[in-house]
Nanobody
Framework: QVQLVESGGGLVQAGGSLRLSCAAS????????MGWFRQAPGKEREFVAT?????????DYASSVKGRFTISRDNAKNTVYLQMNSLKAEDTAVYYCAALIFNPSLADLSRWDSYNYWGQGTQVTVSS
């Protein structure tokens, strides 16, 4: 069992920045491939970013956030981060952290149903 707790959401003006954190427990954190997804009202949950297990050397981003968002991990702190810069109104959503416990090479990491565990979400609101 893996527990995930997100934090860092809030209200920010367009062009501003936020850093989301997701603290994990219950399993060796470095063995987890981690992802961030988001869901806006009336829309489906969508992929934001992912970072591979162990060293986190491999990352991937949705095209809508590439160049603005950065995913990173600190295995010593059992935490994954999402640094969000140049925020836009369309980034407004509930942001969810997710963990995959299996071999990531066997999964489509952009699909929400590839992940095994989810946090409760944190609201990000960008005012224009």
């Amino acid at each position: 069992q893996v527990q995930l707790v997100e934090s860092g959401g809030g209200l920010v003006q367009a062009g501003g920045s936020l850093r989301l954190s997701c603290a994990a427990s219950g399993r060796t954190f470095s063995s987890l491939t981690m992802g961030w997804f988001r869901q806006a009202p009336g829309k489906e949950r969508e992929f934001v970013a992912t970072i591979i297990r162990w060293s986190g050397a491999a990352t991937d981003y949705a095209s809508s956030v590439k160049g603005r968002f950065t995913i990173s991990r600190d295995n010593a702190k059992n935490t994954v981060y999402l640094q969000m810069n140049s925020l836009k109104a369309e980034d407004t959503a509930v942001y969810y952290c997710a963990a995959l416990i299996f071999n990531p090479s066997l999964a489509d990491l952009s699909r929400w149903d590839s992940y095994n565990y989810w946090g409760q979400g944190t609201q990000v609101t960008v005012s224009s």
